[in-house]
């Protein structure tokens, strides 16, 4: 299973940016979709996830109302449109797959099984 994040970079505040993540090697209608993100010296947290089926959406509450997770499964790729973006989203996000997003899971980094690599995004003040 591969899964590689594109779509990172330097915005300034209020700005928006759209995060691409493409996973491959798996049957992707399986699997939910999550993204998290890590800031310097603390915690991967789950900040949006999306179930196989598209029905079961979940967004942690500091992004709710500004993030868009979305997927194309032709493409076998997930997006994260992100807008009014402040200081605090700085950080490392992460796709991950092999997972599921009901019951709580998707704030649990364990139970995902495939991560991609990561990408910066860095939010200027």
């Known amino acids: 299973v591969q899964v590689v994040e594109s779509g990172g970079g330097l915005v300034r505040a209020g700005g928006s940016l759209r995060l691409s993540c493409k996973a491959s090697?798996?049957?992707?209608?399986?699997?939910?979709m999550g993204w998290y993100r890590q800031a310097p010296g603390k915690r991967r947290e789950g900040i949006a996830c999306?179930?196989?089926?598209?029905?079961?959406?979940y967004y942690a509450d500091s992004v709710k109302g500004r993030f868009t997770i979305s997927t194309d499964n032709a493409k076998n790729t997930v997006y994260l449109q992100m807008n009014s973006l402040r200081a605090e989203d700085t950080g490392m996000y992460y796709c991950?797959?092999?997972?599921?997003?009901?019951?709580?899971?998707?704030?649990?980094?364990?139970?995902?099984?495939?991560w991609g690599q990561g990408i910066q995004v860095t939010v200027s003040s």
């Open positions: 991950a797959t092999e997972g599921l997003c009901g019951l709580g899971r998707w704030k649990r980094p364990s139970e995902y099984g495939s």
């Open positions: 999306i179930s196989q089926t598209g029905r079961e959406i």
């Open positions: 090697g798996l049957t992707f209608a399986d699997y939910s």
